[in-house]
């Protein structure tokens, strides 16, 4: 067997070949242990063993569940691939044109001596998904303009290691106190590991060595004191981290003890109420967990998390109200959330996943990333705003506020507002692509979250393979995954099973696999795979009504990993003066004020299933393209309507009397649909 292993193909005639693949296939399942050749489910990816090619936690860090894969192994393809090239003709891929944060010449980010304009958080923002988006998509013109940031960034370190603009260096720059402010510098980071895993410089281990090294000088009364950099430690927790594993130097794990004890008190309590600092500090304790190995650190993240969902969180689409801040009494589906704090809460579930293994965090993340992120942007992704919320009919120029909780325009569609989301929303997608795959111990592969792509990796014995995933989820539930390798390999494949998935199938090679797949569990699944296998999943997708008792008995209608709006008539109307960067208001044109017809007992019943043609190469998040629409039951209700100033009124209490005659209405997923109503009123003692 060595020795066909070690003959060259090109000397084997074609019929000798699949000689020496019989063999070796029939040699190695002979020898075949149940621990090489089994299938079984599990709740979290083992974690035992390592992984020889990738780099995860190191002792005495707690092993983590999957391990992230480097930028470019991942090859999104389909719609996925369809977004980050739209962001790439979008306002992310030209922020250098649109943003004055954004302008090279005179930045302080790239200034040797840190000195000049605009060196804050807007332009590591960008630049943190901008240079992934360069990586994904293979694009040259964005590698090469990101890559120039990098090389002014670098440039910047001073002797003492401290890197960037200078006035983060002398003062916070919220509260203008005399703090060091190195929340900036927490998110360019991220923009230095991309280029590390994608290039290999040499120069950042070192860069970033002397930078912690900096930071261990630093007085406890300056180290992460003020608003953003207090709350927001975790990111700066996960820095540390990611170098200890490579360099494996105890006084990391010192510094990162430092830096918990300075961070905000996420473990014991909630301590902000601000969406963003929400969305990606209530992670901080599992992050700490790692290291410090007490249950309840991990634990108290859950918590967090449950304790804000089930206060502000109470509508569907993954989000909750917080356009600003949560505020008491502001709970319901017309309260918005931040497009920073959708991206955010995404980036925590994928570090969450990570770490626990735990699928409940993917299955999240899947929500926001495709039931409230697409109505953030204009379908081209040529613009985006402030605030979505499940429920929104007149997106207008008007102040909303009290009701939300800033003044001013904070729903129209304009590339060249709203300066923080303009500059987040760039690590969204692609985030979100890089981690479709991950590695997991023990040499193998899991999909994470699934989508159209390519996963090149290296697996078992140091074998490399690809994997081709072809499907049109989450609009379908069906997956077929290709297989190519050069050689025979054994590793195992891990599926991850969504949380609403009952009685997963899944066959190799047209063959049904005996698994009892449980919902939000993984399907395991180690043997010898040999070129062309092919892996087929299906995950039935049944009719489900959420009811939220804390906001009015209202219901929310969901079909697989999607949630369903009303269709509704949208009429565009361009306010400024850009004809390559419009700036629009979206004003309805058909009925909204509906409530829903429901057999609760049998929701099935309640609604038709319209299967539509799948976009080829276009966008399938718009009320046209909607490759499903739902057709149901619903009446008028004309006491629901617009409040003063636009903005829809609060949800009636279900059940809701109305007069008006049965219609039949359609409903498109959520993401389809900018003017949308999510959270709907039942009709009172009536059966469709």
Excluded at 77 to 99: P, Y
Excluded at 298 to 314: D, I, L, P, T
Excluded at 623 to 632: G, H, R, S, Y
Aim: hydrophobic residues 35%; contains cysteine.
């Amino acid at each position: 067997m060595d020795f066909f292993k070690k003959t060259p193909a090109r000397i084997l005639s074609t019929a000798g070949r699949l000689l020496v693949v019989f063999f070796i296939i029939l040699g190695m399942n002979c020898q075949e242990s149940p621990q090489q050749k089994r299938s079984q489910t599990m709740e979290t990816p083992p974690q035992k063993g390592q992984n020889d090619f990738y780099t995860g936690n190191q002792p005495p860090l707690v092993k983590d569940a999957l391990i992230k894969l480097p930028v470019g192994n991942i090859k999104p393809q389909g719609w996925i691939r369809h977004q980050l090239e739209s962001m790439a003709q979008g306002f992310t891929g030209h922020l250098e044109e649109i943003s004055p944060w954004c302008t090279y010449k005179g930045n302080a980010w790239v200034d040797p001596q840190g000195r000049g304009k605009h060196g804050w958080e807007e332009m590591p923002y960008w630049l943190r998904g901008f240079i992934s988006l360069g990586y994904l998509l293979e694009n040259q013109r964005i590698i090469d303009e990101a890559e120039r940031w990098v090389e002014g960034v670098l440039s910047t370190q001073a002797e003492s290691g401290f890197f960037g603009p200078r006035a983060n260096w002398e003062r916070a720059q919220v509260h203008h106190t005399t703090s060091h402010d190195i929340w900036p510098n927490m998110v360019m980071l991220y923009v230095l590991r991309t280029h590390y895993e994608a290039t290999g410089d040499e120069r950042v281990i070192p860069f970033m060595k002397k930078y912690f090294q900096w930071l261990e000088t630093v007085p406890l009364e300056q180290f992460l004191m003020g608003t953003w950099q207090h709350w927001r430690g975790g990111d700066n927790l996960h820095h540390i981290y990611w170098l200890y594993n490579r360099l494996k130097e105890d006084w990391l794990l010192d510094l990162a003890q430092v830096n918990h004890d300075q961070t905000a008190n996420w473990s014991g309590r909630i301590p902000t109420w601000h969406g963003v600092n929400i969305s990606q500090g209530f992670r901080e304790p599992a992050q700490f967990y790692q290291q410090f190995q007490d249950p309840r650190y991990k634990e108290a993240s859950h918590r967090n998390f449950q304790k804000v969902m089930s206060e502000y969180g109470q509508v569907p689409g993954g989000m909750f109200g917080a356009d600003e801040n949560a505020r008491e009494g502001h709970t319901g589906p017309r309260q918005a959330a931040e497009t920073c704090s959708m991206v955010e809460f995404m980036h925590s579930d994928e570090m969450m996943v990570r770490i626990t293994g735990n699928p409940f965090w993917a299955d999240h993340c899947e929500e926001v990333a495709f039931n409230s992120l697409p109505a953030a942007m204009t379908p081209d992704l040529k613009g985006l705003h402030y605030l979505t919320a499940p429920n929104m009919v007149k997106l207008d120029r008007q102040d909303k506020s009290p009701i939300l909780q800033n003044h001013g325009d904070m729903l129209s569609y304009n590339p060249f507002q709203y300066r923080c989301c303009q500059h987040n929303v760039a690590f969204g997608w692609p985030y979100y692509a890089e981690r479709l795959w991950m590695a997991t111990r023990g040499n193998g592969l899991a999909a994470v979250f699934y989508g159209p792509c390519r996963v090149e990796a290296r697996v078992g014995e140091g074998v490399n393979v690809t994997l081709k995933e072809n499907t049109d989820y989450p609009f379908s539930g069906k997956i077929e995954l290709t297989l190519l390798t050069e050689s025979p390999v054994t590793f195992p494949l891990l599926l991850r099973v969504p949380g609403w998935a009952e009685k997963a199938k899944v066959k190799i090679n047209g063959k049904k696999i005996d698994v009892k797949a449980q919902p939000q569990s993984w399907i395991y699944l180690k043997r010898l795979w040999i070129n062309k296998d092919r892996i087929q999943i299906e995950f039935p997708l049944s009719i489900r009504i959420n009811t939220w008792g804390k906001n009015k008995d209202s219901v929310s209608v969901s079909r697989g990993p999607l949630t369903y709006s009303l269709k509704t008539g949208e009429r565009w109307v361009s306010y400024n003066d850009s004809e390559k960067w419009p700036a629009y208001e979206v004003f309805p044109t058909t009925p909204w004020n509906y409530g829903l017809i429901l057999d609760k007992e049998n929701p099935e019943s309640s609604f038709e299933v319209v299967q539509k043609k799948f976009p080829p190469d276009s966008q399938p998040f718009t009320p046209d393209n909607a490759p499903i629409e739902l057709k149901a039951k619903g009446k008028r209700i004309p006491g629901w309507g617009l409040e003063p100033n636009g903005l829809i009124e609060e949800i009636p209490k279900s059940p809701v009397s109305s007069t008006r005659p049965v219609e039949t209405i359609t409903l498109i997923p959520m993401g389809c649909a900018r003017l949308r109503v999510s959270a709907f009123p039942q009709i009172k003692n009536q059966k469709p």
